[in-house]
């Protein structure tokens, strides 16, 4: 069983910056990758950055924004988010893949307000 535990969010004016936070708890063995999505209200969830052995992927909207690394010892997930924008605005989950199962952190609220 793996838990994940999201903190960093909040809000920010645009053109802000966040750092959103990951740790897993529990079993961590055979964690293939993580990663984080969001959700507006109204619209599905959607991949916003993932991380695995073999590198890294960003949804369009925030490549080149936003910035997913992990810890040495792959237990936690950062994204970093510079230049917020009001689309921006969503609540992001975090998201771990072991083996054949998706495990999902609670979320955590996102908004890029003035």
């Known amino acids: 069983q793996v838990q994940l535990a999201e903190s960093g969010g909040g809000l920010v004016q645009p053109g802000g910056s966040l750092n959103l936070s990951c740790v897993t708890a529990g079993t961590i063995f055979g964690i293939s990758g993580m990663g984080w999505y969001r959700q507006a209200p109204g619209k599905q969830r959607d991949l916003v950055a993932s991380?695995?052995?073999?590198?890294?992927d960003y949804a369009d909207s925030v490549k080149g924004r936003f910035t997913i690394s992990r810890d040495s010892t792959r237990r936690a997930v950062f994204l970093q988010m510079n230049y917020l924008k009001p689309e921006d605005t969503a609540v992001y989950y975090c998201h771990a893949k072991v083996y054949d199962s998706d495990y999902w952190g609670q979320g955590i609220q996102v908004t890029v307000s003035s």
């Open positions: 991380i695995t052995s073999a590198g890294t």
